[in-house]
């Protein structure tokens, strides 16, 4: 398969004003990142997404630093289905995990925990071992978000301006940051889930990711002009562009008002 363009990096600029310290991931808890690679074409995927939907909603009920979040990859599109989430920078990230594994394998659903451990994405048991050895670990690189415009147009729908803080960044790093929406419903006419209805939460709607040369800086994201700002997520954590491991996330809901 042909190595799609992969996501795109571009400078942060400092925000206007500081973030607020209630929204700091403070180092020394633990917390998880949960990248789901999937696709509405995948017949194996909707299983696993029920796991991921699972992993968020108890997180969020128990108040866990567990951040879901689901790239549909576009390798599926042509056999039979073209996934409406789908996007060939989400195959590319994918891609760049089986570089850092060593595998050079991509398949659907894969599981992803903090960069460095990956199975097969319905294996609830491997998920919650994997989950509870991330929220044991030692986070070393704390970590604010701050949605400063969530209303901004574009020509094509809105962006969405985050701001940043962070401390003692390892030397590589990057900032990855994610919008993410729950609830949305797919009917699927072709291919391997032909005539399912797919109810999916936690699936990525933008992404980027920027080289982390400042501790404090700003983001946009352009995002499409359906995202309901009421079900959706700001996610975004600090990973190693070397080896992948995720040193630190957080994430603010997008309707959240800077403090």
């Not at 990230?93 to 992803?112: C, D, E, H, I």
């Amino acid at each position: 398969m042909a190595d799609p363009s992969r996501t795109g990096s571009d400078r942060a600029r400092p925000p206007d004003s500081p973030l607020q310290a209630r929204d700091v991931a403070r180092a020394g808890g633990g917390f998880a990142v949960v990248e789901m690679f999937t696709s509405q074409g995948c017949s194996s995927c909707p299983p696993a997404e029920e796991v991921l939907t699972e992993i968020e909603r108890d997180a969020r009920k128990r108040e866990q630093p567990i951040y879901a979040l689901g790239f549909h990859v576009d390798y599926w599109d042509d056999l039979g289905w073209p996934d409406r989430f789908a996007d060939e920078a989400y195959t590319a990230r994918q891609q760049a995990y089986a570089r850092a594994f060593g595998s050079g394998q991509l398949y659907t659903p894969q599981m992803v925990i903090n960069g460095t451990v990956e199975f097969v994405g319905s294996d609830r048991r491997r998920a919650a071992t994997a989950i509870a050895s991330a929220l044991t670990a030692v986070a070393t690189t704390p970590l604010a978000l701050s949605v400063e415009d969530a209303a901004r147009s574009t020509g094509g729908g809105r962006r969405v301006v985050v701001g940043y803080q962070t401390e003692r960044p390892p030397q590589r790093a990057v900032l990855n940051v994610a919008i993410v929406e729950r609830g949305l419903e797919s009917e699927v006419a072709r291919g391997e889930n032909a005539g399912r209805t797919l109810r999916q939460d936690n699936v990525v709607r933008a992404f980027t990711s920027v080289d982390l040369d400042a501790e404090r800086g700003r983001v946009e994201l352009d995002v499409p002009p359906d995202l309901d700002p009421r079900q959706a997520s700001v996610v975004g954590y600090v990973q190693n562009d070397g080896d992948k491991a995720i040193v630190s996330a957080t994430a603010t809901d997008v309707s959240a008002e800077p403090g």
